[in-house]
């Protein structure tokens, strides 16, 4: 028969008291004391009770499991007919009897569903972290392309407070970038049945608590003694073990070799809203298994300006998939795909797309370059004869009788990269994984990287279109670490109107902002085959942009230098006032009476024509004076040594004058800007009239000649009228024209003292190996 639970506590209890064993109160106990006090406890409610405590509740909690499980020995003796326990609660309960020391928390994670999307392919890549009491404990593997993934992972650790919850967070991997949160949701501990696997189907919900999916989750609590706690310590891993292997993740090696390589420039956008709101739009891309998440822009044209890579690891799979977000609603403003198989190497393409599923003037400007991965560009031929047919046709084609036939279309630069040498260490053992990067103003290719080496050989064939025959060629070679990062090695920028054609010469480097020389030469031959009317047609049309250009910051030093050769300027002006207070004091007579008499003839007999004769003379006389005394080109000035300096300086004390005026800095930043195109002007100016850039001097002499001959048969009337109406005339003619002045497009292409600085390359004595 069996026996009723009373009198099975009743048998116990009695045990416990002759062993005379002192414990800490049971829950029978507790329950008497707690029934007997309730009135007192409700007196004085104002005072907790330490019973209250975590500690006390785990004590409450453990002291029941173990008094439960005491009387199972005796209730299966007592009645041999009810159904056999499991081995897991015999286990239980035969632990019981031995010395109790903590509990053993064993997870196991199944699956989730309908968890959100992140990705700009329309699905997630989630994995999952566990946090018990605000620390990671456990971090699953990352299940790829999935809403509905199923880790099938287990892990076991010792807690000590079964009344804390455990915290699990989903988030999206993102390679490069920050990983997205997708939702988090809370286990109570409290509910498990210890020895017994407790299922549970957690909801999670995002930042907004709104829903987002759910977990399955398996959750089994054991007692342990203290040799299994040893044990336990021998197996796991910072506490943490593991029972099952996570799944492998399915992305490519970093080791792998990748096929191509996509760089990727996002300019800005337009149109950008989302249900006619302004949004504070981020985009995703995504390349096979690699992503890229840009920064948060606010605006109907936000601007992003972002610069970086993806690679192509399979070559089935080349589709370039984008999405537009809105941070505050992780809505979805539009997307993009694009098939890059269709994209020639090593032309960059700059386009307008159209966002799909968005407002109708919604668009993204993208800068897209697709480059091999055994090197842009052609192998280096060793039979010149195909090259000299080649040079053959583009010089017919750029001849000056088709001048007229493509206006933007300057010209051709082809470029020989052979290799560089004596480069900076970067990796341990003394060597670096050099790869080189050619850039004409927005145009950029990418050679292949060569391992292990200082004195890296590319011998490739580079071409490039020409739209301004006053851009700078830039090579800039880096070092090539894990993880697709990269360190620079060095920097040599090349105006293309200094290149002497099928001329192969040492480069020596410099550092990133192209002030200092830095270890290593590279070996260029550039052949550059241009237009000179459509070239002098463009230096009248604005500069192009480029985009990705460094952040113009605050200087100190810079402010200084430019304040002082301002100083300088007006010095000057202001002795030419002194001089001509001299002379309308007659303090010298015959000097006051010369120039009284030059100026009555002048204003007699002035006419229009006069004044582009008289910077025609200004011109040969400065070009006598170059061709007499030498070059007297400016070399920089002791303000521009003294800033460069101060400059360096700077950068390392990281304290001085950008502490003390931290408050003012935006309006001390728009006073150097105006102050940096003031002093860029004269200097371009100045550099004009003294030959410092000869072709463009001499268009300047050139149009000047056609200005004096213009004004002298044509009366100035006319002159104004013509003008005036093609002013008047050039937005009806042209809806999207915009406006610019011809004369400071003329002057921008002009090099100032600081570009003469950067562009300078020393000749390296080095042999030639042919």
């Known amino acids: 028969m069996r026996i009723s639970t009373l009198a099975r506590i009743f048998v116990v209890f009695r045990r416990r008291k002759r062993r005379k064993i002192r414990r800490e109160p049971t829950f029978l106990s507790y329950r008497i004391r707690r029934t007997s006090t309730s009135e007192k406890n409700h007196q004085n409610h104002n005072h907790p009770s330490p019973r209250k405590s975590p500690g006390f509740r785990f004590r409450r909690i453990f002291d029941t499991f173990t008094f439960t499980k005491s009387l199972k020995p005796q209730y299966s003796l007592e009645n041999n007919n009810d159904e056999e326990e499991s081995d897991e609660t015999q286990k239980c309960a035969e632990t019981a009897e031995l010395d109790v020391v903590t509990l053993l928390m064993e997870v196991r994670l199944k699956n989730g569903e309908d968890l959100p999307v992140k990705d700009?392919?329309?699905?997630?890549?989630?994995?999952?972290?566990?946090?018990?009491?605000?620390?990671?404990?456990?971090?699953?593997?990352?299940?790829?392309?999935?809403?509905?993934?199923?880790?099938?992972?287990?892990?076991?650790?010792?807690?000590?407070?079964?009344?804390?919850?455990?915290?699990?967070?989903?988030?999206?991997?993102?390679?490069?970038?920050?990983?997205?949160?997708?939702?988090?949701?809370?286990?109570?501990?409290?509910?498990?049945?210890?020895?017994?696997?407790?299922?549970?189907?957690?909801?999670?919900?995002?930042?907004?608590?709104?829903?987002?999916?759910?977990?399955?989750?398996?959750?089994?609590?054991?007692?342990?003694?203290?040799?299994?706690?040893?044990?336990?310590?021998?197996?796991?891993?910072?506490?943490?073990?593991?029972?099952?292997?996570?799944?492998?993740?399915?992305?490519?090696?970093?080791?792998?070799?990748?096929?191509?390589?996509?760089?990727?420039?996002?300019?800005?956008?337009?149109?950008?809203?989302?249900?006619?709101?302004?949004?504070?739009?981020?985009?995703?891309?995504?390349?096979?298994?690699?992503?890229?998440?840009?920064?948060?822009?606010?605006?109907?044209?936000?601007?992003?300006?972002?610069?970086?890579?993806?690679?192509?690891?399979?070559?089935?799979?080349?589709?370039?998939?984008?999405?537009?977000?809105?941070?505050?609603?992780?809505?979805?403003?539009?997307?993009?795909?694009?098939?890059?198989?269709?994209?020639?190497?090593?032309?960059?393409?700059?386009?307008?797309?159209?966002?799909?599923?968005?407002?109708?003037?919604?668009?993204?400007?993208?800068?897209?370059?697709?480059?091999?991965?055994?090197?842009?560009?052609?192998?280096?031929?060793?039979?010149?004869?195909?090259?000299?047919?080649?040079?053959?046709?583009?010089?017919?084609?750029?001849?000056?009788?088709?001048?007229?036939?493509?206006?933007?279309?300057?010209?051709?630069?082809?470029?020989?990269?052979?290799?560089?040498?004596?480069?900076?260490?970067?990796?341990?053992?003394?060597?670096?994984?050099?790869?080189?990067?050619?850039?004409?103003?927005?145009?950029?290719?990418?050679?292949?990287?060569?391992?292990?080496?200082?004195?890296?050989s590319w011998n490739k064939i580079y071409t490039f279109a020409v739209k301004d025959i006053h851009t700078c060629l830039q090579v800039t070679i880096y070092d090539e670490d894990p993880n697709n990062r990269f360190e620079f090695l060095g920097r040599v920028q090349i105006p293309l109107k200094s290149i002497r054609n099928c001329q192969k010469r040492?480069?020596?480097?410099?550092?990133?902002?192209?002030?200092?020389?830095?270890?290593?030469?590279?070996?260029?031959?550039?052949?550059?085959?241009?237009?000179?009317?459509?070239?002098?047609?463009?230096?009248?049309?604005?500069?192009?942009?480029?985009?990705?250009?460094?952040?113009?910051?605050?200087?100190?030093?810079?402010?200084?230098?430019?304040?002082?050769?301002?100083?300088?300027?007006?010095?000057?002006?202001?002795?030419?006032?002194?001089?001509m207070e001299y002379l309308l004091s007659w303090h010298s007579k015959p000097k006051s009476l010369t120039a009284y008499v030059i100026f009555m003839l002048f204003v007699y007999y002035f006419q229009i024509y006069f004044i582009p004769l008289m910077i025609l003379a200004l011109f040969g006389y400065n070009f006598i004076l170059s061709k007499t005394s030498g070059d007297i080109s400016d070399s920089p000035s002791r303000h521009s040594l003294k800033g460069q300096k101060s400059e360096e300086e700077d950068e390392k004390t990281g304290t001085g004058i950008r502490d003390a005026i931290s408050s003012v800095q935006e309006i001390l930043l728009s006073v150097q800007s105006y102050l940096h195109f003031a002093t860029q002007l004269l200097q371009k100016i100045k550099n004009t009239f003294n030959f410092t850039d000869i072709w463009l001097s001499t268009l300047a002499v050139i149009v000047l000649s056609l200005a004096f001959v213009l004004l002298y048969f044509v009366p100035l009337r006319w002159i104004i009228l013509v003008w005036g109406t093609n002013k008047f005339s050039k937005k009806l003619r042209n809806p999207n024209f915009v406006d610019n002045n011809e004369l400071l497009d003329f002057l921008s292409r002009v090099p100032s003292r600081t570009e003469r600085q950067e562009q300078s390359n020393g000749r390296v004595n080095k042999p030639i190996n042919l």
């Open 120 to 456: 700009a392919s329309g699905s997630s890549d989630p994995y999952v972290k566990f946090r018990y009491k605000d620390n990671i404990v456990y971090k699953s593997g990352t299940i790829f392309k999935n809403l509905n993934p199923s880790w099938d992972e287990e892990f076991q650790m010792i807690v000590d407070d079964v009344t804390c919850p455990i915290r699990l967070e989903v988030f999206d991997f993102d390679r490069f970038c920050t990983d997205d949160f997708m939702g988090a949701a809370e286990v109570d501990m409290s509910q498990v049945k210890w020895c017994t696997p407790t299922e549970f189907h957690v909801e999670l919900t995002d930042e907004v608590n709104q829903p987002t999916g759910r977990v399955s989750v398996c959750v089994t609590i054991t007692p342990m003694t203290q040799l299994e706690v040893q044990q336990f310590h021998q197996k796991a891993t910072k506490g943490i073990l593991s029972t099952s292997e996570k799944k492998k993740e399915q992305r490519p090696n970093n080791t792998q070799e990748w096929d191509k390589i996509v760089n990727i420039v996002l300019v800005e956008g337009k149109g950008i809203r989302i249900d006619e709101r302004i949004p504070d739009a981020f985009c995703k891309f995504k390349l096979g298994q690699e992503k890229y998440k840009t920064k948060v822009c606010t605006g109907i044209e936000p601007k992003w300006v972002e610069q970086f890579d993806l690679h192509v690891f399979d070559s089935a799979d080349q589709m370039l998939q984008m999405a537009c977000i809105d941070r505050n609603t992780n809505a979805i403003i539009g997307r993009l795909s694009i098939d890059l198989s269709s994209f020639s190497h090593d032309e960059t393409v700059q386009h307008w797309y159209h966002l799909e599923n968005a407002p109708d003037d919604a668009q993204v400007l993208l800068l897209i370059t697709v480059s091999g991965s055994h090197g842009a560009g052609e192998t280096i031929e060793t039979d010149e004869f195909n090259y000299n047919d080649i040079r053959n046709t583009r010089i017919q084609k750029y001849d000056v009788t088709n001048s007229f036939s493509d206006l933007a279309d300057v010209g051709t630069l082809t470029v020989k990269l052979f290799g560089a040498e004596d480069l900076v260490a970067k990796d341990f053992g003394g060597k670096s994984d050099p790869f080189a990067v050619l850039e004409l103003v927005n145009t950029r290719v990418q050679t292949n990287t060569i391992y292990k080496t200082l004195s890296p």
């Open 506 to 579: 040492w480069y020596g480097l410099k550092d990133e902002k192209l002030r200092k020389r830095v270890k290593g030469e590279v070996l260029l031959e550039m052949d550059v085959i241009w237009n000179p009317i459509r070239a002098a047609i463009r230096t009248f049309k604005p500069k192009e942009i480029k985009y990705m250009s460094q952040e113009q910051k605050f200087k100190a030093s810079l402010f200084k230098t430019y304040f002082g050769e301002l100083k300088e300027v007006v010095n000057v002006l202001a002795s030419y006032k002194n001089q």
